[in-house]
């Protein structure tokens, strides 16, 4: 097979092939196979002719077809092997030439990923932080131990802080009309807590029983919840039940009560312990997740559009999927966001190219690295995950090839980002 490459920008490659005869008969014998089982020839067995007489017995125009679907799907696969490109989408094939079963020249034009120029990563250096539980720390999840295994009392007085005070509430803007989210019945609202916006809180103080209130207060403009987020809303507070919150006495008695400890002090330190824990981790994963950032900013390739385009389709079905979740349409998020459809896009495309850069820049340093997942680590991996679920479901999807390839493909980044972790912070 002769092999002559073109590229026309960094993004596109033209590819024009010559089959050699060795090459052609290879594939046509090969096609002639697949009508074994499809021409009846009196005197043999079906599937047991002769692949010379099946030839003299199959529609000629049928059997060419065939063999160059074939021999253009076989041929432009062991092109893009050889030229080692990376192609984005399905090539245009034009055949140039084509004499049956002797000559066969054609032409592909595909997009593709540019060359791939990693930073020295072996000399980056990045410094991990490092995780302190302090005393404070401690306090506050003791602290909220002691409020989950309080006793509630019912009181009939005006609401004080630290009292739970369990609401209906509902919000309306400006023009009377509901507000998604800013609503809610029988409500445990611990005052003093901090878990509703500021202000709200500060309201409920002082109601009693039964008593409705109505206030107008401002979400934060960094709220999570974007529609919400600066919204003006009218708030209906009704109080159905004040609750005083007796919490049991920090000592070795409640130590004894809400876990295998024998002191106050066990507790203390279990509890600074499993925070030491999760906060390490979430550091490690900040700390990963920082690392491959920088390492792919500086990650040089070129990167077709078409590509960057299908990243932010996926961007925005799942932003779509969240919107389901907070019961708000397409159209609404945009009109909040102050953006059309198209501007939208425009504002994703940064962030999508840099999680393809990102991708990149791992499969080329696993690459380099000489990684591999083995089918021994693999199937262990299998057999912890198959021990976790045990939904018939959820054990069918473990068992799907495809889950198996993802998984696979995790456990290779896994690995790359633990050896570039090991360099960077190699002393």
């Known amino acids: 097979?002769?092999?002559?490459?073109?590229?026309?920008?960094?993004?596109?490659?033209?590819?024009?092939?010559?089959?050699?005869?060795?090459?052609?008969?290879?594939?046509?014998?090969?096609?002639?196979?697949?009508?074994?089982?499809?021409?009846?020839?009196?005197?043999?067995?079906?599937?047991?002719?002769?692949?010379?007489l099946i030839e003299k017995n199959v529609d000629s125009s049928l059997l060419q077809t065939e063999f160059l679907e074939e021999a253009i799907n076989q041929l432009y696969v062991?092109?893009?092997?050889?030229?080692?490109?990376?192609?984005?989408?399905?090539?245009?094939?034009?055949?140039t030439k084509f004499v049956p079963f002797t000559t066969l020249e054609f032409e592909a034009k595909v997009s593709i990923i540019g060359d791939v120029k990693l930073p020295d990563y072996t000399k980056f250096k990045k410094t991990k932080e490092e995780v302190k539980i302090t005393a404070d720390d401690v306090k506050d999840v003791l602290g909220n131990l002691q409020t989950r295994a309080a006793d509630k009392k019912d009181v009939e007085r005006a609401a004080k802080?630290?009292?739970?005070?369990?609401?209906?509430f509902k919000g309306v803007d400006a023009k009377g009309e509901s507000v998604e989210g800013a609503d809610g019945k029988d409500y445990p609202l611990i005052l003093?807590?901090?878990?509703?916006?500021?202000?709200?809180?500060?309201?409920?103080?002082?109601?009693?029983?039964?008593?409705?209130?109505?206030?107008?207060?401002?979400?934060?403009?960094?709220?999570?919840?974007?529609?919400?987020?600066?919204?003006?809303?009218?708030?209906?507070?009704?109080?159905?039940?004040?609750?005083?919150?007796?919490?049991?006495?920090?000592?070795?008695?409640?130590?004894?009560?809400?876990?295998?400890?024998?002191s106050?002090?066990?507790?203390?330190?279990?509890?600074?312990?499993?925070?030491?824990?999760?906060?390490?981790?979430?550091?490690?994963?900040?700390?990963?997740?920082?690392?491959?950032?920088?390492?792919?900013?500086?990650?040089?390739?070129?990167?077709?559009?078409?590509?960057?385009?299908?990243?932010?389709?996926?961007?925005?079905?799942?932003?779509?999927?969240?919107?389901v979740y907070r019961g708000q349409t397409w159209e609404e998020h945009l009109k909040e966001e102050g953006v059309t459809a198209e501007e939208h896009r425009e504002q994703k495309r940064p962030e999508a190219e840099r999680g393809i850069r990102?991708?990149?820049?791992?499969?080329?340093?696993?690459?380099?690295?000489?990684?591999?997942?083995?089918?021994?680590?693999?199937?262990?991996?299998?057999?912890?995950?198959?021990?976790?679920?045990?939904?018939?479901g959820m054990q069918e999807e473990l068992n799907k090839p495809e889950s198996r390839r993802e998984i696979a493909s995790r456990m290779l980044t896994e690995k790359t980002i633990a050896k570039l972790v090991e360099y960077v912070t190699k002393k």
């Open 358 to 392: 990102a991708s990149l820049f791992l499969a080329e340093v696993a690459e380099a690295e000489g990684l591999e997942v083995t089918p021994e680590e693999l199937e262990i991996r299998m057999q912890l995950l198959r021990g976790q679920y045990v939904d018939p």
């Open 192 to 262: 003093g807590s901090k878990s509703f916006i500021p202000g709200f809180e500060e309201e409920v103080v002082g109601m009693k029983p039964g008593q409705e209130k109505a206030f107008t207060l401002t979400f934060p403009k960094d709220y999570h919840a974007v529609q919400l987020a600066g919204a003006k809303v009218t708030f209906t507070v009704t109080a159905t039940k004040v609750q005083e919150v007796v919490e049991p006495k920090l000592d070795d008695e409640f130590a004894t009560k809400v876990g295998p400890f024998k």
């Open 78 to 95: 062991r092109t893009v092997q050889e030229e080692k490109i990376r192609p984005v989408s399905n090539p245009e094939v034009n055949i």
């Open 1 to 52: 097979m002769q092999i002559k490459r073109t590229n026309p920008s960094d993004t596109e490659a033209v590819l024009n092939v010559i089959a050699n005869q060795q090459e052609l008969d290879g594939i046509k014998q090969h096609v002639l196979g697949h009508f074994r089982g499809r021409v009846k020839i009196a005197g043999f067995r079906e599937g047991k002719a002769p692949l010379d």
């Open 161 to 168: 802080l630290t009292d739970q005070v369990t609401i209906d």
């Open 264 to 323: 106050l002090q066990e507790l203390k330190d279990d509890v600074k312990k499993q925070l030491q824990a999760e906060r390490q981790n979430e550091a490690d994963r900040k700390f990963e997740s920082d690392l491959v950032g920088e390492l792919a900013d500086k990650t040089k390739v070129a990167i077709p559009k078409n590509l960057v385009d299908e990243q932010v389709d996926k961007i925005e079905d799942q932003e779509r999927q969240n919107l």
